[in-house]
Every structure is written in C-alpha cells, then in structure tokens.
C-alpha cells in the first residue's frame, strides 16, 4: 500500500541462488546499516543447478514441513515450497553457524516465517538473527532478508486479471485505483499487479494480515520503504521494509 509516507527507491535486481557454478557458499552480507537496501536473492526453477538441489536442501526440512510438503496435491506447488524452506534454511545456517536442519522456523500471526530461537548472533544486532522473508510465483522465488529491519516481499507472474478492478477497490487506496484507471487499458493489468506487489510486501513486512492496515479515520497509514525488483519477463515484484 502506497501513501504519502511511503518512501519509494531506486529498483533492485535480485541475485541469483545459486550462483551460476551452483555453489551453497553463503552469499555476501549488504551493508548492515538501518537504511541498507533489503537483500534479495531469486531462486528460478528453470535453472539446472537449482534443479539439483531438490535432493540435498529437501533433506533439510523439519517434520513439520515435511508434513506440509506432503498435503500440496500438486507437485508444482510441493517442489516451490521445498525449494524454499531448502534454501531458506541453507542460507540462514550459512550465516548463524548453524546446521540449516537444526533450525527451527515458525510463523507470525499472519504466516510470517519467523526463526525460533534465536540461535546465535547474525550479521546485524548483536544476538539477533537476520529478518527475513519470502515470496512464490510460477517459476520463480524471491527472498529477501535485512540486518535490522522487518522486511517483506511479494511476485507475482503476469496473467489475465479480468475482475482487477474490484480487487483493487476493495484493497487499494483510490488514488492508486485511479492512477491504474489513467493509464491505457493494455498497461492497466501490469499495473494493479505492480501495486498489489508493493502492497503485499508492505503488509509482511509489518506482519499484517491484508486488511490490517487500514484507518478508520480515513487518512494513511504511515507505510514502510518500498522497492521495485526487477525480475524476468512475466513477473513484477517489489520488497519492502518496515
């Protein structure tokens, strides 16, 4: 959700994880100031090295998640939730010092994903591991983690969206609903998705749920930082920081 308090940068092109040689080395920490762009990192199922780490980062699932792997009927759905929880794991071991398989993760209120307990001290406040967060569409996966700041993030894989006028009615502020209105019809459904991202990526990193933001008094919320990410063809996405 956009407003006037909403600060929106400069967009980011995500690194990939794997790295082309397919190498779990941990990847490099940004700068761990609070106004520190969030990192984000995108997992592409299209990739071969990603395709062979199925084995090993499913490995590093937890009974709990394992459960969960095996309630998704379809095997598109099963494969993205493995493969991020997988590297989720991966990374934060890599970072912590600690076996990814040992770590236990949980969510917030709203399904956050949250890391408990804190097991040791990350590369941001002294004790404290890093935020993080994690979103999927289609092919691809986008995390995005911070030192210090609740971060979200949100993609989406462009498609038809013949009601996306109701939608953003019910969900977005009328001044965004009538900027998308503004534009030519063929830009209108690229644009609602660009706003829904930058909404769903403010909400999680507040740990709201979709309706938690709203004001009854009719004024703005104070909103977090936004970023644009810059995906392939067929996604938009943007991160966020509260």
Same mark, same amino acid.
């Given at each position: ?100 398989? +040992? ?114 008094? +009719? ?24």
């Amino acid at each position: 959700m956009q407003c006037a308090d909403s600060p929106v940068h400069a967009a980011i092109a995500p690194a990939a994880w794997p790295d082309p040689g397919g190498s779990l080395e941990r990847p490099p920490w940004p700068s761990p100031g609070p106004d520190a762009a969030p990192l984000l990192l995108l997992l592409d199922q299209r990739e071969p090295q990603l395709q062979a780490l199925v084995g090993p980062l499913g490995d590093l699932l937890d009974p709990g998640e394992r459960q969960r792997l095996r309630l998704l009927r379809r095997q598109e759905d099963g494969q993205r939730f493995l493969l991020a929880r997988g590297a989720l794991r991966q990374i934060l071991g890599c970072w912590l010092g600690c076996d990814p398989a +040992g770590l236990v993760l949980g969510a917030g209120p709203h399904g956050k994903p949250e890391l408990f307990p804190q097991q040791a001290a990350g590369p941001g406040r002294e004790g404290l591991p890093p935020q993080f967060n994690v979103s999927h569409s289609g092919d691809l996966i986008l995390l995005g983690f911070h030192p210090l700041r609740p971060v979200g993030v949100d993609l989406e894989q462009r498609r038809p969206l013949p009601e996306w006028q109701g939608i953003a009615r019910r969900c977005l502020p009328p001044g965004a609903v009538e900027a998308i209105l503004a534009l030519p019809e063929e830009r209108r459904g690229d644009a609602f998705l660009a706003a829904w991202c930058r909404l769903e990526a403010g909400l999680k990193a507040r740990g709201l749920g979709l309706f938690a933001g709203a004001r009854t008094d +009719g004024r703005a919320r104070e909103g977090p930082d936004h970023w644009p990410v810059l995906l392939p063809e067929g996604y938009v996405g943007a991160a966020a920081l509260a």
